[in-house]
């Protein structure tokens, strides 16, 4: 861990850099209150200074939401649009708060945050890190505390800090309304689980096993908590392991890969971002190898990367083709989501018109 330097009141002060993505500390750092101008803090962040805030919490969340809209946003292709958000994430995240040694913020009108850091973090006394950070660790735990109501499950899944959390209820809806094959009753693998939200489904509509896999510690014990709170604990198993749970074999496999080739670059960007659709291709080539004879294989896949031209509608069937498979049949839904209608987002001519797809997939028989 990095140690950032600065200097407040003639005496050097030191202290932790924290930060979850892997951003470097800035190069110098002022101390800064109440009477930074939006303006004098963009000049400053775009000098790469950070700005260690001393002075009213609310004012500081003001001073980064002024900052924002001097940013402007306009319309253009999706690695314009990407990084003009990479920059604009930057140059937001130059506004630091300190945490002290017992958890606290020393900031008038600031909230207590050393639950919200304990869940985050596991604590960061003594450290220095992005107000935008933190304030994403206090949202995380609020949505942690209060959970997220799912129709398609009629209770609450609560997720954990970088687990993606399941917004957009139309594809949980695709996998709890789609008929389950063989009897009604397989064995089923939850391939990348997150919150635990599909296996969840799956158990609830009668599959025998539930075996349901990730690699992020953090969404594995975040699975194994909602599962527990809904009473499926003794149906669903969670594994944390890389996609595949060894050589075994089920009737059902699904998997809600990232939807979008890219390079993630944070922990949550993981549930949204596939790097050279990695996962998505491990899932298609393992597939075969891990259903029972009349298995399937459930895709939920959004079209949103064919909109925005990473990829195209034949490239995605040519590797289904070329992994030893075949389209049994397919369902699809529109989006619901804010963003879907939004006139103002960058990318709205490629979200107007995405659709998620459940495709059923299963072994080719030629």
Known sequence: MSTVQWTENGTTHSARWHSENGTPPPRRIVVADDRLTAAAALRFARAGTGMLWRGDFPNARQLVRAMDRRLPQRPGSFAEVRSARAERATLLGKVLVSVEADHS??????????????????????????????????????????????????????PSYSVFAPTRSEYLELVAQE??????????????????????????????????????????????????????SGRVQVLETDLWPSARRADLVVCNPPWLPGKPASALELGIYDASSAMLNRFLDGLPGHLTPHGEGWLILSDLAEHLGLRTRAELLDRISAAGLQVAGRRETMPRHRRATDSGDPLHAARSRERTTLWRLTRSRA
Request: contains cysteine; hydrophobic residues 45%.
């Open 179 to 232: 008929p389950l094959p063989g009897n009604g009753s397989p064995t089923a693998f939850d391939l990348g689980t997150g919150t635990g939200v599909l296996a969840a489904i799956l158990a609830r509509r009668g599959a025998a096993e539930v075996l349901a896999t990730d690699l992020n510690p953090r969404a594995v014990q975040c699975a194994r908590d909602n599962l527990r709170q809904l009473g499926l």
């Open 105 to 158: 913020l020393q900031l008038r009108r600031a909230p207590d945050i050393r639950a919200a850091c304990e869940h985050a973090f596991g604590g960061l006394p003594g450290t220095l890190l992005s107000l935008r950070e933190l304030l994403g660790a206090l949202s995380a735990y609020q949505w942690h505390q209060k959970g997220i109501y799912l129709q398609a499950l009629n209770a609450r899944i609560y």
